[in-house]
């Protein structure tokens, strides 16, 4: 029976040499996530005189502005400075990955300047901490990319922050119907992120970490079927719940670990695979192995989760930039 998937919050093969440290820092801890983009996204689009201007002159939800008449657009407020008037405006905008120049002619009614665009410049959400490399403090969450909702395509990354977080409620997963985690974000905030790609979201951890209970890595090549764990802070303190690892692929770039939740303390909170928990680690023999990044939308108790060390490598490219 084919089974559906869906990737919980959003291509690499890993390498011989690696520069991150042995041990890590597992958090298994939710955050807050604010991500900046690279110009405005174009989302959806309103009538204006009984018409759907920008649609109807070629805009596209997914188009990301990035310049209006040559001038840079970084944000919505400095679109709403320059689209002021009645006028033509040569927007330069980027649509699957090629830059295009495109006339938007705008109109005013009720005394409204109206562009006919519903837009935005950021997105926020939580997930889960993976781990935090004491040396160099480079940390990684998720274990897959930020999409734009509209478009599904990833989220061209400016920058952005992680906060701290405090589950408050569980929205349960059941069969066809993923659940969620809900959380308090507050002000305080724990990182940078500085990349958003397939396998995760990267940055530089900026609040105060402790060495201790320091988790070793361990290699795809050394993990088994069977008995593993998940670490999860669902509000009350950090736990780890047990899974079964079904299967292996080593051939798939993001989906590499197979397995099922057998552990009922943590299905009687969540029903199974929750969105938010993306990005959660997964322990085998006291070491870590991988993050969990995907679940079965008609079998919840299942999910995948992607090697360990795929995350480490794309996170040691920050230190070489």
Do not use: C, W
Not at 174 to 203: F, M, P, Q, R, V
Not at 244 to 263: A, G, H, M, P, R
């Amino acid at each position: 029976m084919k089974k559906k998937l869906v990737i919980l919050i959003l291509l690499l093969f890993p390498i011989n040499v690696f520069a991150y440290s042995d041990r890590l820092i597992i958090p298994g801890k939710p955050v807050g996530i604010e991500v900046r983009a690279k110009g405005v996204y174009i989302v959806d689009f309103y009538k204006v005189d009984d018409e759907y201007i920008a649609k109807n002159q070629g805009f596209k939800t997914g188009d990301i502005i990035t310049k209006v008449n040559n001038k840079d657009i970084n944000n919505i407020d400095e679109l709403n400075s320059v689209l002021n008037k009645p006028d033509t405006y040569r927007l330069t905008i980027i649509r699957n990955g090629k830059v295009l120049d495109k006339d938007l002619t705008i109109k005013k009614e009720r005394n409204t300047i109206s562009t006919g665009l519903y837009v935005k410049d950021r997105i926020s959400g939580i997930g889960t901490l993976s781990y935090i490399d004491p040396e160099t403090k480079i940390f990684a969450a998720l274990g897959h990319e930020i999409f734009e909702g509209s478009s599904s395509d990833k989220f061209l990354l400016d920058d952005g922050n992680i906060y701290d977080a405090n589950i408050n409620s569980i929205n349960k997963s059941s069969s066809n119907d993923i659940g969620e985690l809900h959380a308090s974000i507050t002000n305080k905030e724990l990182g940078e992120i500085n990349k958003n790609e397939i396998n995760g979201i990267y940055g530089k951890y900026t609040d105060d970490i402790s060495s201790d209970n320091l988790v070793e890595i361990d290699s795809y090549e050394n993990i088994q079927l069977g008995a593993a764990f998940i670490r999860l802070d669902l509000g009350d303190e950090k736990e780890d719940y047990s899974i079964n690892i079904i299967s292996l692929n080593n051939s798939d770039q993001v989906k590499n670990i197979f397995f099922e939740i057998t552990d009922d303390r943590l299905l009687n909170k969540t029903g199974g695979v929750v969105q938010g928990m993306s990005g959660s680690p997964i322990i085998q023999n006291n070491k870590i192995i991988g993050v969990v990044n995907y679940v079965l939308v008609d079998d919840v108790k299942k999910g995948y989760g992607i090697f360990i060390e795929k995350m480490l490598d794309e996170g040691d490219k920050l230190l070489q930039q």
